[in-house]
């Protein structure tokens, strides 16, 4: 009798554990990507969309809207020392980087509330910094939304024919 409760109660955890690998299968891969600036380390964690012959801008991602920046949760950006962004000082910590698409001009928002899903919650009256960067056109598709940061501090972002950026530096 034992040993059947010991093998019903193995089977479990095996399917329990075999369901929670399952689910951690992501549509957008949950990718990171950081640079280092002497002392300062700027990190950036988004969900990775791909395209998947779809239209991405002014129709999947809205121009006009806030958008989560990236698939799932919200983008996240850290800092491990103060910074400044756009001749503004941000304080050494996390937030999520949204963003409002345009077919020619992003504005780009840090806000502190950066645990959270996607744009729902989105509250301006949290916004830390935002501003206006202009977008680029690009000849060659990018499949999947990236990310990068250089070790200048250039954030660039880039999904289908568009990009922009904006840089990091020390305050």
Same mark, same amino acid.
């Given at each position: ?54 239209? *991405?801008?002014? !129709? ?12 799932? %949760?919200?983008? =996240? +950006?850290? $800092? ?27 504005? *780009?928002?840090? !806000? ?12 301006? %009256?949290?916004? =830390? +910094?935002? $501003? ?40």
């Amino acid at each position: 009798m034992k040993s059947m409760k010991n093998l019903v109660l193995t089977l479990l955890s095996v399917f329990f554990l075999s369901s929670a690998h399952a689910q951690e299968k992501r549509a957008s891969p949950l990718v990171k990507t950081q640079t280092q600036m002497g002392s300062l380390e700027i990190s950036i964690q988004y969900g990775q969309p791909a395209k998947k012959d779809r239209d *991405i801008f002014g !129709n999947l991602v809205p121009y006009g809207k806030v958008w989560r920046t990236g698939a799932n %949760e919200a983008t =996240v +950006i850290e $800092f491990s020392e103060d910074v400044s962004i756009n001749g503004e000082t941000v304080k050494a910590g996390k937030y999520a980087l949204f963003t409002i698409p345009g077919e020619n001009e992003w504005t *780009i928002i840090l !806000n502190s509330q950066w645990d959270q899903w996607g744009a729902y919650n989105y509250n301006s %009256e949290k916004d =830390v +910094i935002s $501003f206006k960067v202009k977008s680029e056109k690009k000849d060659k598709v990018t499949e999947n939304f990236t990310i990068t940061i250089s070790k200048d501090g250039l954030v660039e972002m880039y999904w289908d024919l568009t990009g922009v950026e904006f840089s990091v530096a020390k305050a």
